[in-house]
């Protein structure tokens, strides 16, 4: 899915749980990652975070956000890797407070993984996962975005939520109601997995107060409303 298709379908998602945590998830992670270059991404052997790590450093990088670009450890890099390719598992030994990880496994995570995550969390790092809910995973974790458990079976429970400043009333409609049956269908089976979400997260982690405090975010909030155009960050 390309950036266009993936900021629309954001756009589609306002309101909905599916929206609203994977907003909150990326942006704890940018909030909770407070030294340079402390983004970490750590994965399954077999399917390394390839795609989550490609995103974020392409959002990051066009929202001018240089100071928490992702850095993908991987488990044994090849001799002749390029340097962004390079980084291997000494990496999570040196992490620390200041330092998020952010663990992305579709599948059961095995003991080996386990254990480097708990080393890592022992160093004072602060463990973000996207899972499929694996209850030894979520022990570790700080915070954990399971994206199965966000999309319903249909999407006959979802409501979009389209605030109108000039009246401050609120519309209310199923999505059922806005959009032809093939849209649904094409926006069911874009939810549906593991790649939707990580988009989310993506295009999420690079909105201007992400890093920001949540009363911070409120306040902004608050001078946007009263003055009628942006505040300044």
Do not use: C
């Amino acid at each position: 899915m390309d950036l266009t298709k993936a900021s629309l379908l954001r756009e589609m998602l306002t309101g909905t749980e599916l929206g609203t945590r994977t907003t909150s998830f990326a942006h704890s992670l940018r909030r909770y990652t407070t030294r340079r270059g402390g983004l970490l991404l750590f994965g399954p052997p077999e399917d390394e975070p390839w795609h989550l790590t490609a995103h974020l450093d392409d959002e990051l990088h066009r929202a001018g956000v240089e100071d928490v670009r992702p850095s993908l450890v991987r488990w044994a890099p090849p001799p002749d890797a390029p340097p962004h390719l390079a980084i291997g598992l000494d990496r999570l030994r040196d992490s620390g407070k200041g330092e998020s990880l952010l663990v992305v496994s579709e599948d059961n995570p095995a003991d080996t993984l386990l254990e480097r995550i708990e080393d890592v969390r022992r160093r004072g790092t602060t463990i973000f996962s996207i899972d499929n809910g694996n209850r030894d995973l979520a022990s570790l974790s700080h915070e954990s975005l399971v994206p199965e458990l966000l999309v319903p079976s249909g999407l006959g429970g979802w409501t979009t939520h389209q605030v109108v400043p000039d009246r401050g009333d609120e519309v209310l409609g199923t999505t059922e109601d806005q959009l032809p049956d093939e849209t649904l269908t094409a926006l069911r089976e874009a939810v549906a997995g593991f790649e939707m979400t990580q988009h989310l997260v993506s295009l999420a982690a690079a909105d201007p107060d992400a890093g920001q405090a949540g009363w911070r975010r409120s306040l902004r909030t608050f001078i946007e409303r009263l003055g009628g155009e942006p505040a300044q960050p």
